[in-house]
């Protein structure tokens, strides 16, 4: 036929270029969190911390003496070239215990709030997609949350006795509730989704849509909740410490180190000096840490 065009099948069609189309903005990538501790306010925060984290990792090398060595004739020194933050009524250097005391808080602060965080995700993730489970949950979350820190600490000091590890299970306990609850946010949101409906639809599990989906959507204020339970986890220690429910005496913590100077305030006013700069250092950094992320994932 006179007129027709010829079309070859074997030659594939050219593809059409498919982008933004041209005077249009182009959508700026979001680069995730982290970059937001590079700089400014978050770079301070890592600094601080990484400061402490430092001490306290080199404890050992870095004290001139042991965390119980009493040193003979140095019975509440001030500062001196011997005794940079001086000594206690039992003539121990009060630097070396707190290079040991950091080490208490480090693990309350990077092993009970991690697993605090894991568990309450787990439960979180688990409970909050189906009606009857997420009631259970979130009636046991409230029950949780209904008891303070010290309260919560002094009736598992009845049962576990004191010390680091009843610390470390108040903090825990403390925390699966808040990242509980934290999840259940996400599922909630992220489950309406036109792409989780779409994935349901093709026959995805639940379980396969909160390991895709959910959770991934939830790690950025996951994060955020993280630096600041790391912070609130300081001052839970410090007060435990305090009132004589975390580590056992003689061993050193910052708590019980603060606690000491204020009972020796009038007679060695330099006492707690050290162990407060350390735990003002520790949770300034964290609490920067955490600002810079949430400014980050805000914006």
Known sequence: MSGSVDVSLEEPLSPVPVGPVPGDPAPAPRSGLLPALRHGRGLVGVVLVGAVVLLGVLGPLLAPYGPTEQVPGANLLGPTSAHWLGTDELNRDILSRTLYGIRADLVVVFAAVPIGAVLGVLLGLVTSWWSVTDVIAQRAFDLLLAFPALILGILLTAFL???????????????IPVFGRLVRTAVRTVREMPFVEASQVVGAGPLWVLRKHVLPN????????????????????GAMSFLGLGVRPPNPSLGSLIKDGVRLLHDAPFFAVGPLAVVVALVLGLLLISQSLSEARRA
Do not use: C, N
């Not at 790690?219 to 993280?226: A, G, R």
């Open 161 to 175: 006795g004191p010390g680091l590890l009843t610390v470390g299970v108040v903090i825990v306990t403390l925390e």
């Open 218 to 237: 939830a790690l950025e204020p996951l994060t955020v909740q993280l630096a600041v339970s790391m912070s609130v986890a300081v001052f839970i220690e």
